[in-house]
């Protein structure tokens, strides 16, 4: 089994920085692929990013991050990173890790970023 634990995340103003971190531990042999979602009340959860391990290097991002949000991890594939740049008020939301585990999917306890006006 494998445990994300994420770190990072918080309150900052439009137009700031801030990164996400998720440490994966356990059997990271299982990870395929691994992403960023957000979720914002009244919404569903959406993929904000992702990465495959086929060739690591194999990204997606939604439409609304491309440009300021950047995707990354370390060899090992044992961290995560979400690099968050110019970040706006829709920004907002409750930011989970997640991992493609074999033929099931796992998920970090979620981080709150709140990027105010």
């Known amino acids: 089994q494998v445990q994300l634990v994420e770190s990072g995340g918080g309150l900052v103003q439009a137009g700031g920085s801030l990164r996400l971190s998720c440490a994966a531990s356990g059997d990271t042999i299982g990870i395929s692929g691994m992403g960023w979602y957000r979720q914002t009340p009244g919404l569903e959860r959406e993929l904000v990013a992702s990465?495959?391990?086929?060739?690591?290097?194999?990204?997606y991002y939604t439409e609304s991050v491309k440009g300021r949000f950047t995707i990354s991890r370390d060899n090992a594939w044992n961290m995560l990173y979400l690099q968050m740049d110019r970040l706006l008020p829709e920004d907002t939301g409750v930011y989970y890790c997640?991992?493609?585990?074999?033929?099931?999917?796992?998920w970090g306890q979620g981080n709150q970023v709140t990027v105010s006006k």
């Open positions: 990465i495959v391990k086929t060739n690591g290097r194999d990204t």
């Open positions: 997640n991992a493609a585990y074999y033929t099931t999917e796992l």
